[in-house]
Antibody, heavy 116, light 107 residues
């Protein structure tokens, strides 16, 4: 069974940093592009970042460009999201998802809360 | 950016009845559209991709159609467990964008 498990969320002050991790199991992680999607409290879904299977291609939403960096370690079946210069509006549940087009496997999410 | 607009924002349907959800895109494309279901406190689940292909394990009562700028998700015979928010998403271009969601309630 394909599974994604996120970690690293928490409470941080504005301007701070967090690093989210996502560990994959049940599939050949190194063959899959991956994405991060977030959901602010009571709001809809927002795609924020994509990385190809070999890390050769990366795309980011304008809302996080220059602040968030996606990376992966295929040897450790892991996806990362380095989040710097955090803002109150970055408060959300962050989901790790498989693929970069439709997203067929989702983790349970990790919650990031940015306080002022 | 491609803006995805869903309608209605919410609908209430009796069990066994048909539910029709719409998704309109600000630019024409096909078939790079997906539908997701999200229940409270849960992660989204992929229902449909490539406009009309059901994802693994999705019941046949869920169907997708459309092209260009108009797409539709149809739930042919609503079950109680279908109460959820449904989102469309385009993957024709970057950035990937979602509709704002349609909340389906059971009467």
């Amino acid at each position: 069974e394909m599974q994604l498990v996120e970690s690293g969320g928490g409470l941080v002050q504005t301007g701070g940093s967090l690093r989210l991790s996502c560990v994959a199991s049940g599939f050949t992680f190194s063959s899959y592009a991956m994405s991060w999607v977030r959901q602010a409290p009571g709001k809809g879904l927002e795609w924020i970042s994509y990385i190809s299977s070999t890390s050769s291609s990366i795309e980011s939403a304008d809302s996080v460009k220059g602040r968030f960096t996606v990376s992966r370690d295929n040897a450790k079946n892991s996806l990362f999201l380095q989040m710097n210069s955090l803002r109150v509006e970055d408060t959300a549940v962050y989901y790790c998802t498989s693929r970069g087009y439709y997203m067929d496997v989702w983790g349970a999410g990790t919650t990031v809360t940015v306080s002022s | 950016d491609i803006v995805m607009t869903q309608s209605p924002a919410s609908l209430s349907v009796s069990p066994g009845e048909r539910a029709t959800l719409s998704c309109r895109a600000s630019q024409s494309f096909s078939p790079n559209l997906a539908w997701y279901q999200q229940k409270p406190g849960q992660a989204p689940r992929l229902l449909i991709y490539d406009t009309s292909t059901r994802a693994t394990g999705i019941p046949t009562r869920f169907g997708g159609s459309g092209s260009g700028t108009e797409f539709t998700l149809t739930i042919s015979s609503l079950q109680s467990e279908d109460s959820a928010v449904y989102y469309c998403q385009q993957y024709h271009d970057w950035p990937r964008t979602f509709g704002q969601g349609t909340k389906v309630e059971i009467k």
